[in-house]
């Protein structure tokens, strides 16, 4: 595998389910993020990993609880979920520490639907 | 209020033509311009970037431009091809943390 991955690329769920989004990168980067992208709106960042450690949390519901067990691994469990939060799930990573220019490379997504 | 804008929701172009998508800023501590091309279900993948100290950054077909005075970004692309049909996302980066805009679709017609 190369890149980023993410994992299931689709799921349907229940208001009253638990699951998890799996994310994982293959490019030694230090930091890893979890973006929201829904229908006709710019990506909006949820939360942000540097070196394991949570160093954002763009002021999320407490239904979505990231982790991040190393550098390479981010999870986003989902628990009692609304039918406002179907929408596309992105994981990037990023290579922080270099500067200025520091570049972010998205998995492919999974795309929620929320009944 | 949004910091970071496309205001063409879509751009239609014959192919060999030059395409060019506009993005607009307001934060001018923005230190770093990415775009980014997107497929339908699948992720953005990152294009071309320019540096707030340069104005011009070239790759191949593609050319970014950056006008600090006017708070603006373009991306040119010549010649158009129809594999270039994709929503383009502009982002902005300050320490790291990148803004999108809403993206603007391209197509590119045969």
């Known amino acids: 595998e190369t890149g980023v991955t993410q994992t299931p690329r689709h799921l349907v769920m229940g208001m009253t389910n638990k699951k998890s989004l799996k994310c994982e990168q293959h490019l030694g980067h230090n930091a890893m993020y979890w973006y929201k992208q829904s229908a006709k709106k710019p990506l909006e960042l949820m939360f942000v990993?540097?070196?394991?450690?949570?160093?954002e949390n763009n002021s999320v519901p407490s239904r979505f609880s990231p982790e991040c067990p190393n550098s390479s691994h981010l999870f986003l469990h989902l628990h009692t979920l609304q039918p406002e939060d179907s929408a596309l799930y992105l994981c990037a990573s990023s290579q922080l520490g270099l500067g200025k220019e520091e570049t972010q490379y998205f998995g492919p997504g999974t795309r929620l639907l929320v009944l | 209020d949004q910091q970071v804008k496309q205001n063409s929701p879509s751009l239609s172009v014959q192919e060999g033509r030059i395409s060019i998508l506009n993005c607009d800023y307001t934060?001018?501590?923005?230190?770093?311009f990415l775009w980014y091309k997107k497929y339908p279900a699948e992720g953005p993948t990152f294009l071309i970037s320019i540096s707030s100290i340069k104005d011009k950054n070239e790759d191949g077909r593609f050319t970014v431009f950056l006008n600090k005075s006017a708070k603006h970004l373009s991306l040119h692309i010549v010649p158009s091809q129809p594999g270039d049909s994709a929503v383009y996302f502009c982002a902005a980066s300050q320490g790291g943390k990148l803004i999108f805009g809403q993206g603007t679709e391209l197509s590119v017609k045969p």
């Open positions: 934060n001018s501590m923005f230190d770093y």
């Open positions: 990993y540097n070196f394991k450690e949570q160093t």
